[in-house]
């Protein structure tokens, strides 16, 4: 009879960011395993002959769409509190992603999270004239959308030689207990403009950002430990 496993869980919530953006789901789940395994923090594997750290990810992001930060649920095989992992974990990972937090327990983002998505484009009147044709209620994406305010941050975050660029911020809300879907908004803002436009920037972020109120544990939780100042 098989004993019954005893994990010990930790959230990581990565940054995707700069050319990195371009890095498919599967390859952004291997460079956080392998910042995990060069971190010697004792990771929990799958059963069988090729061996893999189990571990829950995100959704899968839209090729070229950024983030400001994915979560990855970590079984650990014994007890670490954050802050050790976030030490242990350190710089180890490559350049475009970074470690924004950890906490202990499980902490999935939930389903009926609200996200926006920063749009930036070098033709201005082809991306004003595609959200203008869009209704707000998108049964395809799972939900509806609406235009909000940029962020000053965001807009003052931008390198100078994209001072011509024109930055719209979208959000994408779904029903209680569904899920948008970023991928099918794209689709039908690319539909929405026959002559083309082209995207520079896609970057995503959760709407209610990291606060306590996005932070909704999976059965019983440990206390949060976010990363110390300047790490």
Avoid: Y
């Avoid at 990855?72 to 180890?92: H, K, N, Q």
């Amino acid at each position: 009879m098989n004993q019954a496993r005893v994990e010990f869980p930790v959230t990581v919530v990565i940054a995707k960011e700069g050319e990195l953006c371009w890095l498919g789901h599967l390859d952004f789940a291997r460079a956080v395993e392998r910042a995990f395994r060069r971190s010697g923090l004792p990771l929990s594997f799958t059963e069988g002959f090729h061996k893999r750290a189990r571990m829950r990810l995100p959704e899968p992001l839209p090729l070229g769409v950024g983030s400001e930060g994915e979560r990855f649920v970590v079984p650990l095989a014994e007890e670490r509190s954050a802050e050790a992992v976030a030490s242990a974990l350190g710089s180890g990972f490559p350049r475009g992603l970074r470690l924004v937090e950890v906490r202990a327990g499980a902490w999935p983002e939930p389903l009926d999270v609200a996200v926006e998505l920063e749009l930036e484009a070098t033709e201005p009147a082809a991306l004003e004239s595609a959200l203008a044709a869009l209704p707000a209620d998108a049964p395809a994406i799972g939900g509806t959308w609406q235009r909000t305010r940029a962020p000053a941050m965001a807009l003052a975050d931008r390198p100078r030689d994209r001072g011509t660029s024109s930055v719209a911020v979208v959000r994408l809300t779904p029903p209680a207990g569904g899920r948008v879907s970023a991928g099918r908004f794209l689709e039908l803002l690319k539909q929405a403009a026959p002559s083309g436009f082209a995207l520079t920037r896609i970057h995503r972020r959760v709407a209610l950002g990291l606060g306590p109120v996005a932070w909704q544990p999976e059965a019983s939780s440990l206390p949060s430990s976010p990363l110390p100042p300047g790490r």
